[in-house]
Each structure stands twice: as structure tokens, then as C-alpha cells.
């Protein structure tokens, strides 16, 4: 019988919203937070321990081998394949991709890691095989056509450093500004970053939320000032978000590109989204306060360095936080660092992010969420 992660409900923002939501306050486990920005967490009493949902999800294999060999597979066409809705979805009104897939499905566990890769993260993967795993996942939000520039630069300075599996949080349709699909270079791109072993989640669907007429005080300060309006999935309801994560699954599927995970913009989750992500089979969802396990219903506290760009007070708050995190987070099996493309913007940011990746690989594994949680 699957459980149902305890989720912590307490809403926090990723930081390309921009807010001031890397801070401690969401945070369940004890933390002294010397260093910790003022919270403007929201907090609102609505979102309480959910009920436990009515609809069990899919029975979810999961590994528990060793880790996964790497596999070479030739690249081979296969044809488009028919949507398959989930029960309950509705049927997703977008138009067929230009772009036909090219790869088959691959989970990323199973990827390759590049020969290049720095000494020490050989000894750790030695020692991570050895069962004494420590693991780093680094993420990058906001992924799209509109940021795959930034995003290959990112990506190529950290595999400089020895950062050769990223998850990449993928944004289907950005601020509305145009479908990946319909961005061929885009998805040959993707397809790409797949067969090298990063892994694909998905990561709302337009990543905004327009603001309402008539919010509250407490919505205001949620869905404007702490996420800059990118809470897409702060207050769905649950029908929309089984048909919007629905559909963005199975664009990913056109490519080829087997989803596990989702990773609601600003990681505001609402209780009936949750509940949909489960009916659907995603795998795991993540919070800035850890990694949710739904195959299990385990919970990975974890709270993740992200760092907010959007003014230079929050910048210097970020760097004090997440230098103070890090340290905090020494004795986690699992430490997450979250990147927004603006970061690389900001020298005094980037050059922090750099610095605590390769300080972590000292003796931690570069991974992915799907292979740190052994999914199949
Ligand atoms: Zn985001």
C-alpha cells in the first residue's frame, strides 16, 4: 500500500520568481538560521495536512540494484505515438509537434558519465557503490526555448567543474511565449541532454499565474510579491492540473522524452495538484524543503540552495543564506542546488553557485532525482 508523502504545505517560491522564498521558514526540520532573511512566507492556514486521496497512484516499480550500468543505444526514429490520457484527463487540444521524436525512451539513470569527469567525483561514485552514497542534484529551472542560450552556458561550466548530470525543470509552453514543440532545435537540443544523462522534468506549463481580481491580502503576497506571479500551480484545482501535467507529459512523449518527476513553478503545490500528480503516476515531486517520493511515500528532507536575483538586497541575502545552508546541510545524504537562469547574470552569484557545487563533489555523486531515487 503506497502512502502519500506528509507534505509540508507550506507554500515556498523558487527564486526566478524571485522572492525572497529561499529562506528558512518552511523549513520543518530544526534550524537555527543565524543568517536567515526575514520570512515572508505566506503560510495560509488553507493549506493544511490534505486528507489522504481517494485515488491510489499507479504502482510504480522501483530499483534496487545496484546503480544502473550505462547504455548505448543508436539513435533510432521511431513514430509518433498516440496520446495517451490518463483516466480523468481531458484530451489536450494541442496541435501534432513539427518535429518528429528521434530517440526512443530512455530513463537517465541509465546515462552515460562522461571519462572526463574529475578525480574526485570517481572516488565518489567508487564510495557511492559501494552503499555509502552522498549525492548532489543540481537543477536548472526554467528551462525552454526562451532560456536554452543561457542554459548551454550554464550547463558547459558546470561540467567544468565535474557537474555531468543535471536535472533540467522544463517549462512546455514559457510565459506563453511559445510551445517547445514548435521549436525544432529545441527539442533536438533536449533529446540530446537526455542521451547524455541528464534528466527531463517537468516544470509547470507556462510557469505565470496572472493575478485575480478580488485576492486576498495572503494570495497577494503569495502569487505577486513572493513569486512574481510565476505561482502557476499555487491554487489550481486538482481536475486542471491532472489535464494541464497530463498533457505536458505526453508532449514530452512525442520527443521520446519519458517524464518521472514534477516541479511546480516556484514549488507551490496545491493540495489538489498533489493529488493529481499521484493519479498520474508522476513519480516524485520536490519542494524547497525536500524531495517527495510518491512510489514510496517517502520524504527526503533537503532544503534546496536557490538563490534570488531579483534585487540587489535579495542577492546579498542569497550569498549570506545559502553559504550558511550549505554548511548546514553537511551530514544530508542529499544536497540540492537550484539554479534559475538569471544567476548566471550576476558574478557574485555564479561564482558562489560554482564554488559550493564543486566544494560538494568533493565527496558527494552528481545526480539525477530519478537515479537518486532508483526509479526505473
Ligand atoms: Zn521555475
Same mark, same amino acid.
Given at each position: 500500500m503506497k502512502r502519500r508523502p506528509q507534505q509540508q504545505q507550506t507554500p515556498e517560491a523558487d527564486l526566478f520568481s524571485y522572492a525572497a522564498s529561499n529562506f528558512p521558514t518552511a523549513q520543518a526540520e530544526p534550524q537555527a538560521g543565524p543568517a536567515a532573511p526575514p520570512s515572508v512566507n505566506p503560510a495560509p492556514e488553507a493549506r493544511q495536512e490534505p486528507p489522504p486521496t481517494p485515488e491510489p497512484p499507479p504502482s510504480q516499480p522501483k530499483a534496487v540494484q545496484a546503480p544502473p550500468k550505462p547504455e548505448v543505444k543508436p539513435e533510432v526514429k521511431v513514430a509518433p505515438q498516440e496520446p495517451q490520457l490518463p483516466p480523468g484527463a481531458v484530451p489536450s487540444a494541442k496541435p501534432q509537434p513539427k518535429i518528429a521524436p528521434v530517440t526512443e525512451p530512455k530513463p537517465s539513470p541509465a546515462a552515460e558519465v562522461p571519462s572526463s569527469a574529475v578525480a574526485n567525483s570517481t572516488e565518489a561514485t567508487h564510495r557511492a557503490h559501494a552503499g555509502f552514497s552522498r549525492s548532489l542534484v543540481v537543477s536548472i529551472h526554467d528551462v525552454s526555448p526562451m532560456t536554452q542560450e543561457v542554459t548551454t552556458k550554464i550547463m558547459a561550466e558546470l561540467a567544468e567543474i565535474g557537474v555531468h548530470r543535471l536535472a533540467l525543470l522544463v517549462v512546455p509552453n514559457h510565459h506563453c511565449k511559445g510551445h517547445f514543440l514548435d521549436h525544432p532545435d529545441f527539442c533536438l537540443w533536449l533529446q540530446a541532454q537526455a542521451r547524455a544523462g541528464h534528466e527531463i522534468v517537468v516544470h509547470g506549463y507556462h510557469h505565470r499565474r496572472d493575478q485575480r481580481p478580488g485576492e486576498t491580502f495572503r494570495q497577494k503576497v503569495a502569487t505577486q510579491y513572493y513569486t512574481a506571479g510565476e505561482g502557476e500551480f499555487y491554487d489550481i484545482a486538482g481536475a486542471d492540473a491532472l489535464r494541464i501535467v497530463s498533457q505536458a507529459r505526453q508532449e514530452f512523449r512525442k520527443l521520446g522524452l519519458s517524464t518521472k518527476g514534477f516541479v511546480a513553478p516556484a514549488w507551490l503545490l496545491s493540495e489538489g495538484a498533489d493529488r493529481a500528480l499521484q493519479r498520474l503516476?508522476?513519480?516524485?515531486?520536490?519542494?524547497i524543503s525536500g524531495l517527495f517520493d510518491?512510489?514510496?511515500?517517502? #520524504? *527526503? *528532507?533537503? #532544503?534546496? !540552495?536557490?538563490?534570488?536575483?531579483r534585487s540587489a538586497w535579495r542577492r546579498g541575502m542569497s550569498l549570506l543564506w545559502n553559504a550558511y545552508l550549505f554548511r548546514r546541510l553537511h551530514s544530508t545524504p542529499l544536497l540540492r542546488i537550484g539554479i534559475h537562469p538569471p544567476d548566471f547574470q550576476y558574478p557574485g552569484l555564479w561564482k558562489q553557485i560554482k564554488t559550493l557545487a564543486g566544494r560538494a !563533489?568533493?565527496?558527494?555523486?552528481?545526480?539525477?532525482y530519478a537515479a537518486y531515487l532508483r526509479l526505473k
Amino acid at each position: 500500500m503506497k502512502r502519500r508523502p506528509q507534505q509540508q504545505q507550506t507554500p515556498e517560491a523558487d527564486l526566478f520568481s524571485y522572492a525572497a522564498s529561499n529562506f528558512p521558514t518552511a523549513q520543518a526540520e530544526p534550524q537555527a538560521g543565524p543568517a536567515a532573511p526575514p520570512s515572508v512566507n505566506p503560510a495560509p492556514e488553507a493549506r493544511q495536512e490534505p486528507p489522504p486521496t481517494p485515488e491510489p497512484p499507479p504502482s510504480q516499480p522501483k530499483a534496487v540494484q545496484a546503480p544502473p550500468k550505462p547504455e548505448v543505444k543508436p539513435e533510432v526514429k521511431v513514430a509518433p505515438q498516440e496520446p495517451q490520457l490518463p483516466p480523468g484527463a481531458v484530451p489536450s487540444a494541442k496541435p501534432q509537434p513539427k518535429i518528429a521524436p528521434v530517440t526512443e525512451p530512455k530513463p537517465s539513470p541509465a546515462a552515460e558519465v562522461p571519462s572526463s569527469a574529475v578525480a574526485n567525483s570517481t572516488e565518489a561514485t567508487h564510495r557511492a557503490h559501494a552503499g555509502f552514497s552522498r549525492s548532489l542534484v543540481v537543477s536548472i529551472h526554467d528551462v525552454s526555448p526562451m532560456t536554452q542560450e543561457v542554459t548551454t552556458k550554464i550547463m558547459a561550466e558546470l561540467a567544468e567543474i565535474g557537474v555531468h548530470r543535471l536535472a533540467l525543470l522544463v517549462v512546455p509552453n514559457h510565459h506563453c511565449k511559445g510551445h517547445f514543440l514548435d521549436h525544432p532545435d529545441f527539442c533536438l537540443w533536449l533529446q540530446a541532454q537526455a542521451r547524455a544523462g541528464h534528466e527531463i522534468v517537468v516544470h509547470g506549463y507556462h510557469h505565470r499565474r496572472d493575478q485575480r481580481p478580488g485576492e486576498t491580502f495572503r494570495q497577494k503576497v503569495a502569487t505577486q510579491y513572493y513569486t512574481a506571479g510565476e505561482g502557476e500551480f499555487y491554487d489550481i484545482a486538482g481536475a486542471d492540473a491532472l489535464r494541464i501535467v497530463s498533457q505536458a507529459r505526453q508532449e514530452f512523449r512525442k520527443l521520446g522524452l519519458s517524464t518521472k518527476g514534477f516541479v511546480a513553478p516556484a514549488w507551490l503545490l496545491s493540495e489538489g495538484a498533489d493529488r493529481a500528480l499521484q493519479r498520474l503516476g508522476v513519480c516524485y515531486t520536490t519542494r524547497i524543503s525536500g524531495l517527495f517520493d510518491y512510489t514510496t511515500g517517502t #520524504q *527526503h *528532507h533537503s #532544503q534546496s !540552495l536557490v538563490w534570488s536575483s531579483r534585487s540587489a538586497w535579495r542577492r546579498g541575502m542569497s550569498l549570506l543564506w545559502n553559504a550558511y545552508l550549505f554548511r548546514r546541510l553537511h551530514s544530508t545524504p542529499l544536497l540540492r542546488i537550484g539554479i534559475h537562469p538569471p544567476d548566471f547574470q550576476y558574478p557574485g552569484l555564479w561564482k558562489q553557485i560554482k564554488t559550493l557545487a564543486g566544494r560538494a !563533489l568533493k565527496d558527494r555523486v552528481a545526480t539525477t532525482y530519478a537515479a537518486y531515487l532508483r526509479l526505473k
